[in-house]
């Protein structure tokens, strides 16, 4: 079957088929990256990203990309051609890690491949990785307290040249290996970036080669108006509604003593298939590193909606044209005043920004929407660093993956334990305690669930996590930059909100010290951290439960007897040691029907 849509003809089938071949090359980066890299940031917990675009810079394709970093690659390659205007050529590679040009934030190097078919720039292959280290002033690339660029002081790459007829830019490596704490790591990291971007490279002629050119550019006028259509068919399933919704990031001591108010503006217009998000009544720069990038507060609130919509929308270009955004220069969720720091763009604010869009969506109904996720970098996801007693005092640097925060509850299923942060969404690893602690000289006593600690509902968010770890023998360095310790996740449509999280500092005697949220501190031997994930909001009363789910909580040990008594209204009789544990289905009647009294 093909129908004429315009000046091109579309062939569903033939769509079909070479949409799921460039997703496929998509993962084929993906797993090329993942392989070859060094760092467990990368290697182990999955923290990066790659997409295709267009010549003309629209997003096309990204698989499994993480929606913080794949949102906003056709800003990364509006960048390199912006910038390079008239000398793109085959064979060239850019580095890009700008985060007022295009990009998420310093510590996100992104690697652009322009692909040339028969002379003619058809694609750009998008290779963006978190990095270990980018040798900020501090051995972190989450610079929390920092004023401005200046002071994080990583090196800034925008859409720099690295390879030109394939051939590297020694001087480029140079700059790096001289400046990053650990350059071996580093480079094999960055060979694996281009390595990723290159095999799609390659991928991307054979099919042109397979199809023919003319094919494949018809393929990409179609598949993003088909995208677009299939958007409008979901924006006409939702309700008309216009929404305000606010938030907060936490404070910071000495900065933001009142933390970060946050607004969201939601217009859904089903009539005309649009949706206006408008994010221009928010704060100005903040003096710290909690300041969005464009990159980054587009794709926060895209991901917003797109957790609410039909999932099977495809997420491109297409698609985008139906959400129609409003930023305000120097904002600190619009387009930022260089130099304000963006070092934490991310991830804080960005999951706040997730959060508000998504729940705006259950308040204009019971089958919307979201609940918030968990938030925060804490203990489990920080930066630790020092030197190796086992390779003669090496430095090392790494970022932690190893225990991160609940899911949200949704109008159909409870939170996923392995969602992360708003930000991931579930498409990162959690790290490896066996590779962490053979990689690198630290010990970890548990990684433990908290029973109990999930945002209840109808469907509940996913439990929090704690975990404690410290070093074997030298000194090492731990730092991180929570959200939640103050205000934590919110339920929606009845459903309570998540727990808060905390840390704490263990020192040798077993005397235990409170951290701040924003955590820079040394480790000796002999003392360790240890702090809980938030857990996520729930959706729905709670005593609308399913008694069978609260059952199956205690059972799987995610929620205790008195929870379930107090706050599900479900009673039991039997008990779980003795492996009978059941439903009291008449005292579960009389709690419920008091409560509803």
Known sequence: ?????????????????????????????????????????????????????????????SAEGLPIHIFGSHMLTAAMTD????????????????????????????FLVPVFIDG???????AK?????????????????????????ALIFPAVRIQRDYKMNEDVVAMCRSRIRVPNQWYGDFLAGIGSARIAERRLKELCKKYGKETIKNFMTNWMDYSEQRMIQAIKKLPKASVVRSGAHDPLAGLLPDGVPLNVKLNIDPDNSIIDLDLRENVDNVPCGFNESEACVTAAVFSGVFNSIDPTVPRNAGSFRRLDLHLRDGSVAGRPA??????LATTNVADRLINITQSAFATIGEDFGLAEGGIGMGAGTGVISGKDHRLGNEPY?????????????????????????????GLMYRDS????????????????????????GKYRGSFAVEVSYGPKEQPMDAIWPCDGTHYPPKGVRGGQDGIKAQHWKINANGEEEELPNVVITVLKKGERVRGNTTSGGGYGNPFERDPRRVLKDVLDGFETIQRARDVYGVAFIGSVTTNDL?????????????AAT
């Open 1 to 61: 079957m093909t129908v004429t849509t315009g000046n091109s003809e579309f062939d569903p089938y033939l769509t079909a088929i070479i949409a799921n071949r460039i997703d496929g090359i998509v993962r084929e980066m993906t797993n090329t990256l993942l392989r070859a890299a060094r760092s467990a940031v990368i290697n182990s917990a999955r923290d990066f990203s790659c997409a295709i675009c267009t010549a003309d810079n629209q997003l096309l394709a």
């Open 83 to 110: 910038r390079h205007a008239g000398d793109l050529r085959e064979g060239d590679c850019y580095l890009h890690n700008d985060p007022y040009s295009g990009n998420s934030h310093a510590a996100d190097h992104a």
């Open 120 to 126: 003619e720039h058809l694609f750009t292959t998008v």
């Open 129 to 153: 990785a978190h990095q270990a280290d980018i040798g900020n002033s501090l051995p972190t690339t989450y610079m929390a307290q920092a004023r401005d660029q200046y002071e994080e002081g």
């Open 338 to 343: 260089f130099p304000h720091s963006c070092s």
């Open 397 to 425: 640097v790494n970022q932690l993956i190893v225990a991160a925060a609940g899911g949200p509850g949704s109008p159909t299923a409870d939170g996923w334990p392995n969602y992360a942060l708003p930000v991931v969404a």
């Open 433 to 456: 305690v066996e590779v962490d602690e053979l990689k690198h000289p630290l010990e970890f006593q548990y990684i433990r669930i908290l029973p109990g600690s999930a945002g209840a």
């Open 582 to 594: 059941a439903i009291d289905a008449e005292a579960t009647g009389k709690l419920r029907e008091r």
